[in-house]
């Protein structure tokens, strides 16, 4: 079946460095959508891509979405201690229900 | 925007008790919910669809008949776990989409905390 990989597990930089998290999936999506969970809380919308080789941004947020609609990257330029927390991708699957990657937990040292 | 609100928030009960969770979208309505259990530290696993008016449909491996869903109203989706025991402590959390397709954006409820004693 349809699986979303997600890499890597866990993350931590010194304050001010940048963070990539990747998402590869086994089939082509239609869109795909990338989650924050704050510890203790619960997952939050941050984005959805929909087009092929798509880039969107939001402030220090880079969300990139491949051109071949299988793999897709969330990148933060200058970490800061806000930006602690769980990033999940999520492809839809079957369009029945999303698949949600494994996440990556960032933690920033201030 | 839309909100989904789980109620409760945190939940301890005695094995073999039954525990019912509730999760409302307050200002849309939605045909389709989405039940997850997240251990700590790892990812959202699916355990079930929520389709009002119809029966669940439960991923591979979760127990249909431990993990009660209802879907009564286009707002309101309910989970009971049933004769929980302490391997069913996790963080219970429904998620709804916000549009009329199941992988559309989707808006998550606060979670339950769920700690069997």
């Known amino acids: 079946g349809q699986q979303v990989m997600q890499i890597p597990q866990y993350q931590h930089v010194q304050e001010g460095e940048d963070f990539t998290t990747y998402c590869n999936s086994s089939?082509?999506?239609?869109?795909i959508q990338w989650y924050k969970q704050r510890p203790g809380g619960h997952p939050v919308f941050l984005i959805q891509?929909?087009?092929?080789?798509e880039v969107k941004k939001q402030k220090r947020l880079t969300f990139q979405f491949g051109e071949a609609k299988k793999n897709s990257s969330l990148h933060i330029t200058a970490t800061q201690t806000t930006d602690v927390g769980t990033y999940f991708c999520?492809?839809?699957?079957?369009?029945?229900?999303?698949?949600f990657g494994a996440g990556t937990r960032l933690t920033v040292k201030p | 925007g839309a909100v989904v609100s789980q109620h409760p928030s945190w939940v301890i009960c005695k094995s073999g008790t039954s525990v019912k969770i509730e999760c409302r979208s307050l200002?849309?309505?939605?045909?389709?919910m989405f039940w997850y259990r997240q251990f700590p530290k790892q990812s959202l696993m699916l355990m079930a669809t929520?389709?009002?008016?119809?029966?669940?449909?439960?991923e591979q491996g979760v127990e249909k008949d431990k993990f009660l869903i209802n879907h009564a109203s286009l707002t309101l989706s309910t989970l009971t776990v049933t004769s929980a025991h302490p391997e069913d402590s996790s963080f219970y959390i429904c998620?709804?989409?916000?549009?009329?397709?199941?992988?559309?954006?989707?808006?998550f409820g606060q979670g339950t905390r769920l700690t069997v004693v």
């Open positions: 200002d849309f309505q939605a045909t389709t």
């Open positions: 998620s709804a989409p916000s549009g009329g397709s199941a992988s559309s954006k989707a808006f």
């Open positions: 891509l929909v087009k092929s080789g």
């Open positions: 999520a492809g839809p699957r079957n369009n029945n229900d999303m698949r």
């Open positions: 089939t082509t999506l239609s869109n």
């Open positions: 929520s389709n009002e008016g119809s029966k669940a449909t439960y």
